[in-house]
C-alpha cells in the first residue's frame, strides 16, 4: 500500500488568524466562528495518483436577522487537477445519531484516509489512519459535515453573551424538522462560498443521517432552489416510512438468519449455502408465511404457531420453545443474548459479526454492544490525530464523538415522503441504500421494505437500487467492503449523470 505524501502547509486567510489569536488570548476555550485551514496533499486511488486540498474550518448558522446561533466544523476535499468544477460532482456528507459526528464515513469511508484497523475493521495500535486506495475523491469532492454540537460544531450564545436555554436550542437545532432547516441553510452558504452552484451534488447519510438527507432533498429543492443529482442511503431508518407491528416483527427474520449463518448456527443443510441464496428463500418465507402468521395475532391455529415457529426457529438459529415463548414475536434484545447462549457470548447490535462476553449468561439483553466498544476504540485517538498532526487544524475545543443533543424532536417526520416527492419534481434525482446483512440495528430487510414503500406508484423503481454487504452497520470497515461499496457510490455518481444534452424531463 502507498502511504500518503503530506504538505503539512496550512494556509489561513487573514480572518482565521485573527480569530484563532483572539481565541487563544485569556486561555478561553472558545470556537473560532467563521475560519479555514487548508493543507496539500496527494494520494492514490484505483492505481492513479493525483493531489488534493484539505480545508477544515467553521461557517456559521445564522438567524434570519443575521446573527450567529452556532459554528459548523467541516472538512472539506477537493481534486486539485480539476480545473472546471461545473462539471465535478460533490458529496455532501452526513452521519447520524443524532448527535453522531462525521468521523465515521470520515475516517472510515469514503474519504482519503482510513483507520488503522484490520481487515475485519478490528483495532490496531499504534492509532491513526492510512491511505484509503478506494476513496470516491477520484471522482466527486466530498464534504463532511458535523451538524450542531458534534465534533467541534457548537452552539453560540446571542449577540447579549447569553447562550440560548435548552427548549431554545431544542426548536432551532434538535428535531427532525429543525436539523434539516438549518442544515439546508448552511449547505447553501457552502456551496456560494466554494462556488459549487453549477457542480453535480450528491447527498450521503448513515443510520440517522439518512433520515438527514431523505429530508434535505427536499428542503434543498424547495427552499434553497438547490437539485441534487443522487440521494445515498447508508444503513437507514425508516425515514419517517412507518413499518410497526406485525411487519416491524417480520422483518427483523432475514436479519436474524444472516447473522445466525455467520456464526454457524444453522443447521448443515442452511450452513452450506452462499449467504445470497440463503436470505433470497427467508426473505420469500417473511413476505409469504411469517408476516400473515403474525397479523393474525392469538387467533391463529395452535397447528400453524407450532409449523411457522418451527421454522422461524430453523432460519434463526433459536430452539423452536424460545420462538413459541415469544409468541412468535423475537425482539432483537433477546436474539443478540440468546443465539450464542450456549457459547457464552453475545452478539453486537450494529454489528452481529462482533463478540461480546456478560457478567451473567441468564438474562434476556447482552451488558453492552461489543461493536461500539471496539469502533470507539479505534477511531477517537484516528480523528484527534488526523485533525491536528495530518490536517493542522488545532483547538482546545474537545471533539465529540456523541454530542448532547437530546430530548430530540422527532415529530412531523415526513422526511421519506420529502424524498419522493423530490424525485418526482426532479427526473434527474437518482436514490441507492447500501446496507449489511450483519447490521441489527437498521436491519437490511427494513431498508428493502423502506426502498419498495417509497414510491408506492412504482413508477420511479428504476432510480432506486439497493447494496447489501456481508458485514454491519458501517460495512466499509471490512476491507473487501470497503473497496466494493465506494466502487457501488463510484458507479452510482457515474449512472446518475446525464449524458450531454440530456434534459430533465419525463
Known amino acids: 500500500m502507498v502511504m500518503l505524501s503530506l504538505s503539512l502547509s496550512p494556509v489561513l486567510t487573514a480572518h482565521a488568524t485573527s480569530q484563532s489569536s483572539e481565541q487563544n488570548s485569556g486561555h478561553?476555550?472558545?470556537?473560532?466562528?467563521?475560519?479555514?485551514?487548508?493543507?496539500?496533499?496527494?494520494?492514490?486511488?484505483?492505481?492513479?495518483?493525483?493531489k488534493y486540498t484539505a480545508t477544515t474550518g467553521t461557517q456559521p448558522v445564522w438567524d434570519e436577522d443575521g446573527n450567529p446561533t452556532a459554528s459548523l466544523f467541516y472538512t472539506y476535499y477537493q481534486?486539485?487537477?480539476?480545473?472546471?468544477?461545473a462539471k465535478r460532482p460533490l458529496v455532501i456528507s452526513f452521519n447520524g445519531g443524532p448527535g453522531s459526528a462525521s468521523v465515521w464515513m470520515h475516517v472510515a469511508y469514503t474519504g482519503p484516509r482510513v483507520l488503522n484497523v484490520d481487515n475485519e475493521g478490528y483495532p490496531l495500535q499504534p492509532y491513526g489512519v492510512k491511505t484509503n486506495p478506494y476513496s470516491i475523491l477520484d471522482v466527486a469532492d466530498i464534504v463532511?459535515?458535523?451538524p450542531v454540537n458534534t465534533g467541534y460544531s457548537r452552539v453560540l450564545p446571542d449577540k447579549d453573551g447569553k447562550m440560548p436555554t435548552k427548549e431554545q436550542q431544542k426548536k432551532m437545532f434538535f428535531g427532525v424538522n429543525a436539523d434539516i432547516k438549518y442544515l439546508a441553510e448552511w449547505v447553501n452558504t457552502f456551496v456560494s462560498r466554494n462556488n459549487r452552484w453549477r457542480s453535480p451534488k450528491y447527498l450521503i447519510g448513515e443510520s440517522y443521517g439518512t433520515t438527514r438527507v431523505a429530508g434535505l432533498a427536499k428542503e434543498l429543492q424547495s427552499r434553497q432552489w438547490m437539485y441534487v443529482n443522487g440521494v445515498i442511503l447508508v444503513s437507514p431508518t425508516d425515514i419517517g416510512i412507518k413499518r410497526d407491528g406485525p411487519v416491524k416483527a417480520a422483518n427483523r427474520l432475514p436479519y436474524f438468519a444472516a447473522a445466525a449463518w455467520y456464526h454457524k448456527a444453522l443447521t448443515p443443510e442452511l450452513q452450506k449455502k452462499p449467504l445470497t441464496e440463503l436470505l433470497a428463500e427467508v426473505e420469500r418465507f417473511t413476505v409469504g408465511e411469517y408476516l400473515p402468521a403474525l397479523a393474525k395475532g392469538g387467533f391463529i391455529s395452535v397447528q400453524e404457531k407450532q409449523n411457522i415457529a418451527e421454522q422461524v426457529a430453523k432460519y434463526s438459529g433459536l430452539s423452536v420453545s424460545a420462538v413459541v415463548n415469544n409468541n412468535l414475536d423475537v425482539d432483537n434484545n433477546f436474539f443478540w443474548k440468546e443465539l450464542l447462549r450456549d457459547r457464552k457470548q453475545t452478539i453486537g447490535?450494529?454489528?452481529?459479526?462482533?463478540?461480546?462476553?456478560?457478567?451473567?449468561?441468564?438474562?434476556?439483553?447482552?451488558?453492552?454492544?461489543?461493536?461500539?466498544?471496539?469502533?470507539?476504540?479505534?477511531?477517537?485517538?484516528?480523528i484527534n490525530y488526523y485533525l491536528r498532526e495530518e490536517l493542522a487544524y488545532k483547538t482546545d475545543i474537545k471533539y465529540n464523538m456523541f454530542g448532547n443533543v437530546h430530548p430530540w424532536d422527532r415529530t412531523g417526520n415526513k422526511a421519506g415522503e420529502g424524498l419522493r416527492s423530490a424525485m418526482a419534481q426532479n427526473p434527474y434525482l437518482q436514490v441507492m441504500i447500501q446496507s449489511?446483512?450483519?447490521?441489527?440495528?437498521?436491519?437490511?430487510?427494513?431498508?428493502?421494505?423502506?426502498l419498495w414503500q417509497l414510491d408506492p406508484s412504482g413508477l420511479m423503481k428504476d432510480r432506486l437500487s439497493f447494496?447489501?454487504?456481508?458485514?454491519?452497520?458501517?460495512?466499509?470497515?471490512?476491507?473487501?467492503?470497503?473497496?466494493?461499496s465506494n466502487q457501488d457510490i463510484r458507479d452510482f455518481i457515474k449512472k446518475s449523470l446525464p449524458a450531454k444534452g440530456q434534459a430533465a424531463k419525463y
Open 467 to 484: 447494496k447489501g454487504y456481508e458485514s454491519g452497520h458501517m460495512m466499509y470497515l471490512r476491507h473487501e467492503d470497503l473497496r466494493q
Open 28 to 50: 478561553e476555550r472558545k470556537l473560532a466562528i467563521d475560519e479555514k485551514n487548508t493543507t496539500k496533499h496527494s494520494t492514490k486511488v484505483n492505481g492513479k495518483k493525483f
Open 349 to 382: 447490535r450494529l454489528d452481529s459479526r462482533y463478540l461480546g462476553i456478560d457478567k451473567k449468561v441468564a438474562g434476556s439483553r447482552p451488558d453492552y454492544n461489543a461493536e461500539l466498544s471496539s469502533w470507539l476504540h479505534s477511531f477517537t485517538p484516528a
Open 79 to 85: 481534486r486539485s487537477d480539476v480545473k472546471d468544477t
Open 144 to 146: 463532511f459535515v458535523n
Open 436 to 450: 449489511g446483512y450483519f447490521d441489527g440495528a437498521t436491519n437490511y430487510f427494513d431498508a428493502k421494505y423502506t
